[in-house]
C-alpha cells in the first residue's frame, strides 16, 4: 500500500493514515515522504507496516554511513541528516507535552554534538567468534564487527574480543571507555559457571593493552573502576555503575545545569549515580540520593572530598522521610519511567524553590511535569542529544516554584 507520512514519532517509525483512518507506522520512513509498504501486523488501533520502497524521498534523507541499517535494532535515524534529526525530536517533545496540556517555553534550547563516536559504553551478545547486538524488532541477533557511534577505543577492542573466546564466559559483555581505559562487564545467564577468568583477562589484555578490568557476577580481575573526567571533575567509575554515554556532550550537559542550579544553602541531588552532578554542586550541604549498590560505592568515593551526605536509598523511600529539610534546590535524573505522580507528590511537599529535571523518555517527562504543575511553572527547557542517529532523547528542564 501506499502511503504519506505525516510525521515522526517517539521510538522512530513514521506515521501515516490508512484509506480507513487507521494509524500505520512506518520504521525508516521520514515526514512528508510517499512510500510503499506492507503491513505485517494488523491491530483494532494501529497496524505495523514495513517499509518496501521510497516513491518521493524527503530532501533531509541521506545513505546510512552503516552497512547494518536497518537491520540493527539500535539506529533508528541514519538515513535522516543530523540538523533534521533534532528538528525531529524537536518535534515530537513538543508534541509530547502540549499533549499533556502543559506550558511550554516558547524557544527549547538544543545542545548538540559530534553524531559519530560518541558513546563511551555499548553493550553486545556473545557468539562464537562474533559479537552481536539484537535485531530491530525480533530477538534474532546481527553480528558486528563494528559500531560507528562507539567511540574509538570501543570500536577497536570488538574484534579483539570477539576472537577472544568470551563466549565461553559469559552471554552478554559491556563496555566501558574513559577515552584510555576500557573495563568489561560479563554478564552471565544463571546456567554459567565463573571459571577461568584471570587466564581470560590476563590473555585479553596482552592484545588489548588499553584493557583495565573485567569484571563478572561480583569477582574482578584486574581495576574494578576507572576515572572519569568531566568539565575537570575526577569521577571514580566501577563496572557496572551508571554514566551517562556521550563522551562530547557530558561537559556541555553538566555546565548547562550547574549555571542554572547557582549557589545556596541545601541542594538534593536524587537518583545521583556517581554524583554527576552532585560534586560540582555549589551549595554549602548536598544530600545525594542513589540505591543502585555499584554506584552507591562510587558517589562516596566521589564526594568524599565535600560536605555532603550520602543516603543510600530509593528515591520514594528517602522523600517519605525526609519532611523536615529545606532544599533549596532539588535536581533528579530518574531512569526512563520517571518518578511517578505519588513520588512527584513527595518532592512538592518538600517546597524547593527550583527543581532541575534530566530525562530521558519525554512522555514519562511529561507525565511528571503535569503532577507538579500545580506548584511549579517551566522556567526553561533544553533538549541534549544524547544518542544521536537513535530516536532516543535527553531533556533538562527547569522548574521553579509557583
Known amino acids: 500500500m501506499k502511503f504519506r507520512i505525516e510525521k515522526a514519532i517517539y521510538g522512530g517509525d513514521g506515521l501515516a493514515r490508512a484509506t480507513d483512518g487507521k494509524t500505520v507506522f512506518v520504521p525508516g520512513a521520514l515526514p512528508g515522504e510517499l512510500v510503499d509498504a506492507t503491513i505485517v501486523e494488523d491491530k483494532r488501533s494501529y497496524a505495523q507496516g514495513r517499509l518496501d520502497s521510497i516513491l518521493e524521498p524527503a530532501t533531509e534523507r541521506i545513505a546510512p554511513q552503516c552497512e547494518y541499517v536497518p537491520l540493527c535494532g539500535g539506529c533508528h535515524y ?5 540538523q533534521y534529526q533534532l528538528q525531529m525530536k524537536l518535534a515530537i517533545l513538543r508534541e509530547t507535552l502540549l499533549r499533556a496540556h502543559l ?6 534550547g538544543v545542545l548538540a554534538g559530534a553524531p559519530w563516536g560518541y558513546r563511551n559504553r555499548i553493550r553486545l551478545h556473545t557468539t562464537k567468534s562474533t559479537l552481536a547486538y539484537r535485531q530491530r524488532g525480533s530477538n534474532h541477533l546481527l553480528p558486528v564487527s563494528h559500531c560507528p ?20 564466559l559469559c552471554d552478554e559483555v559491556e563496555l566501558f571507555t574513559n577515552g584510555e581505559q576500557l573495563l568489561l562487564n560479563l554478564i552471565a545467564g544463571p546456567h554459567r559457571r565463573i571459571s577461568g577468568l584471570s ?3 590476563e590473555q585479553l589484555q596482552e592484545h588489548l593493552p588499553a584493557l583495565a578490568g573485567i569484571g563478572m557476577a561480583g569477582e574482578i580481575w584486574g581495576e574494578s573502576f576507572v576515572t572519569y573526567t568531566v568539565a575537570g571533575y575526577a569521577y571514580r567509575v566501577s563496572v557496572g555503575s551508571f554514566f551517562q554515554v556521550n563522551r562530547f556532550l557530558l561537559p556541555d550537559l553538566l ?9 545556596g544553602k541545601l541542594a538534593w541531588d ?7 552532578f552532585a560534586r560540582a554542586l555549589s551549595y554549602e550541604h548536598v544530600t545525594a540520593v542513589e540505591s543502585a ?3 552507591a560505592g562510587d558517589l562516596q568515593h566521589n564526594l568524599a572530598a565535600k560536605a555532603a551526605r550520602i543516603v543510600l536509598s530509593g528515591t520514594h523511600e528517602f522523600l517519605h522521610k525526609a519532611a523536615n529539610d529545606k532544599p533549596e534546590l532539588v535536581l533528579v535524573d ?8 505519588e513520588t512527584c507528590a513527595l518532592l512538592a511537599g518538600a517546597r524547593p524553590a527550583s527543581i532541575a529535571y534530566i530525562s530521558c523518555d519525554p512522555a514519562t517527562l511529561a507525565r511528571d511535569l503535569q503532577s507538579l504543575s500545580d506548584n511549579y511553572f517551566i522556567e526553561g527547557m533544553h533538549l541534549v542529544d544524547l544518542f544521536p542517529q537513535t530516536f532516543h532523547m535527553e531533556t533538562v528542564t527547569f522548574l521553579k516554584r509557583n
Open 78 to 82: 541514519q538515513h535522516a541528516g543530523y
Open 103 to 108: 506550558q511550554i517555553p516558547d524557544e527549547i
Open 149 to 168: 557511534i562507539a567511540a574509538p577505543l570501543l570500536q577497536e577492542a570488538l574484534p579483539v574480543i570477539a576472537r577472544s573466546g568470551v563466549d565461553q
Open 199 to 201: 587466564k581470560f583477562g
Open 255 to 263: 555546565n548547562l545545569v550547574m549555571t542554572w542550579s547557582g549557589s
Open 270 to 276: 536524587l537518583y545521583s549515580g556517581v554524583g554527576l
Open 293 to 295: 549498590g555499584s554506584s
Open 334 to 341: 530518574p531512569p526512563r519511567a520517571g518518578m511517578g505522580k
